[in-house]
Nanobody, 125 residues
Framework: QVRLVESGGGSVQAGGSLKLSCTAS????????MGWFRQAPGKEREGVAF????????YIADSVKGRFTVSQDKSKNTAYLQMNSLKPEDTGMYYC??????????????????WGQGTQVTVSS
């Protein structure tokens, strides 16, 4: 049974940093890419960043380029999302997810293999 467990998140002021972690179990980690979606109240879910099995980022949303970095530690089956220079518009629920194939470079929440439980990120101005 695939399981994704998230940690991190919280509340920070604009310009601050947070780091999210997502640890996978129950499947062969290297078979899928892993990343995050986020959803703010009243807004559609959007892909944030994904990292591939080779270790490189496969997708970074334009809205977070230059501020967010995705990485992984394969020995721990864990991916990380380092979020710097946070803005109030980054506020929302962040969901870890796994995907495969073309959805690693064009993440689509309808075609996710597994979801994490979600973690809240709140950025105040």
């Amino acid at each position: 049974q695939v399981r994704l467990v998230e940690s991190g998140g919280g509340s920070v002021q604009a310009g601050g940093s947070l780091k999210l972690s997502c640890t996978a179990s129950g499947y062969t980690y290297s078979r899928y890419c892993m990343g995050w979606f986020r959803q703010a109240p009243g807004k559609e879910r959007e892909g944030v960043a994904f990292i591939g099995t080779g270790g490189g980022a496969t997708y970074i949303a334009d809205s977070v380029k230059g501020r967010f970095t995705v990485s992984q530690d394969k020995s721990k089956n864990t991916a990380y999302l380092q979020m710097n220079s946070l803005k109030p518009e980054d506020t929302g629920m962040y969901y870890c997810a796994t995907a495969s194939g073309g959805y690693c470079s064009q993440p689509d929440g309808r075609y996710v293999s597994a979801w994490g439980q979600g973690t809240q990120v709140t950025v105040s101005s």
